[in-house]
């Protein structure tokens, strides 16, 4: 156990130089690649069985606050889990469908990402998070434009710019908290916001929604979306499926932040930060779902329900109570899924067609099986997991009968959007003759697809493990125990 | 000295949002060096400004600064020019297969 925790951040940091020297050698590169995804994915399910009390790993042994810390607690174990297996079958994808052949580093730049996400996940303290937000980035730039052409690199332009100013930021409430507080440690954070003089009330505010405004934009809430919809619907598809996670990191920080770093409890806070999510979640919501009627690519329609299912996602978080965090936690790992699974079937039909929702050759019918199915996930249809989480949303959000509507709204636009899209990709053909399916990627999005109906399932147990991760969140003393510092 | 650090932050800023807004990649890239500087300065402040003072242990010093912010600094640095690096060769990609600068996507739901 001891060292265990570090071996998500190390094993891909060793792995990645190697596949950049093996460039030329493609083979060699998959099977590494592969085999380093799948050591992952093991690694993540043998640290979520030991997530039941917070497990603290001291880098160089320096006690928290001076060192820089990682901590294991069952959010984060979900988060490396979720992570590595979707990881693991978009990896499979992409040598599946030749996508890595386009490019001399896919793999290593893969690897790098999900090193990147595994180190975001597992840290305990602040401006550690903000390098492993670089270490992701910097990977999914590449990512991004990997394959190239013109209008993937100014895509990448764009996100790459927007990344950086929201770097910046990150780094102007980095320094403003550390101006306050004195530390940069989680934990030590929460303990010193606190027990605040008053005087430093106002500035500690500023950073909170200077913190809020950066892990917003990773999440793609609205007004802070922009980026989302050119760069996934630009991105290749397997990359586009992979950054699924990526909203989701926001997700996580900004959870962490509400909870842990400063919750609504301190004095100095208080209900600041969900009274500022909670508009931005709804709109987030309705301009997803507006706009999955407007999209007139199915990359885009996509990207644009990836932005519905984050607005949902928020309500849930800013809701704030636990029932509503085991609520947003389920829907989290259901809407990363459900997102990974429609942007490989959206790269499917672009690589027959150009994408536009109109009608072109035929399409092989696994591919419109498959189709139908997340569509049902994403819109929350029963019987697929998307209806149980807006489910327990809803029933977190009893007393908020405009909440209610919103969301049910919301999912009609969503269930026309898709049945739009779906019956123009699928029914209007101009050749008879269909086109022949590349069986081991559909295999992969049927593995998303079962993972799903797995999820739905056993819904019972999965919410009630939930409940425990959430009441962790909700009630953070473990958490900063763990660390060795003294409770607030 | 604390006005004058001010300022600095705050022109820096001003011209690195400006520069950003000019929708062109390289006033984007000067715009997002200028911000980075503006950070590096601002993190620095943040350890509250002290001059002359030893940030590592000695002998003879009476007081000390405090060397955390430095060390934020630095990789702030390290990592702002990694940055830049790959804005610039994305950029210059960008500008060799659409023929010019436009940062803004033309015709945006195009594709």
Redesign the interface.
Known sequence: MTHAIILPVVLPAVLAPLLVLLRHRLPLQRALGLAGSVALAALSLALLAQSATPHLYRLGDWPAPFGIVLVLDRLSALMLVLTATLALIVHAYAVATGWDRRGPHFHALYLFQLMGLNGAFLTGDLFNLFVFFEVLLIASYGLMVHGAGRDRLRAGIQYVAFNLIASTLFLFALGLVYAVTGTLNMADIAVKVAALPPGDHALIRVAAVMLIGVFAIKAALVPLQFWLPGTYANAPGPVAALFAIMTKVGAYAILRTVTLILPAASPAIGPLLTDMLLPAATLTLLVGAIGTLGARTLPRLAALAAIASVGTLFIAIATNSPQATTAALYYLIHSTLATAAIFLIADQVTTRRNGTLTEGPRLPAPLAALYFATAIALAGLPPLSGFLGKLLILDALRGHPWLWALILCSSFLMILGLARAGSTLFWKSTEPVEAKPQTLALTAIATLLALLAALTVLAGPVTDWLALAAADLHDPAAYIAANGLPLP | MELLIAAAIGLLTACGLYL?LRQR?FP?IVG?SL??Y??NL??F????LAPDLPPIISKTATAYTDP??QA?VL??IV??F??TA??VL??L??WL??GHDR???DGG???
Do not use: E, H
């Open positions: 950003i990649t984007l997002l911000l980075s503006a950070v601002f993190l402040a943040s350890g509250r955390l912010p934020l990789t702030a990592i702002s990694g940055m790959v804005i994305m950029s990609g960008a297969t659409a940062t803004d996507m739901d195009d594709k």
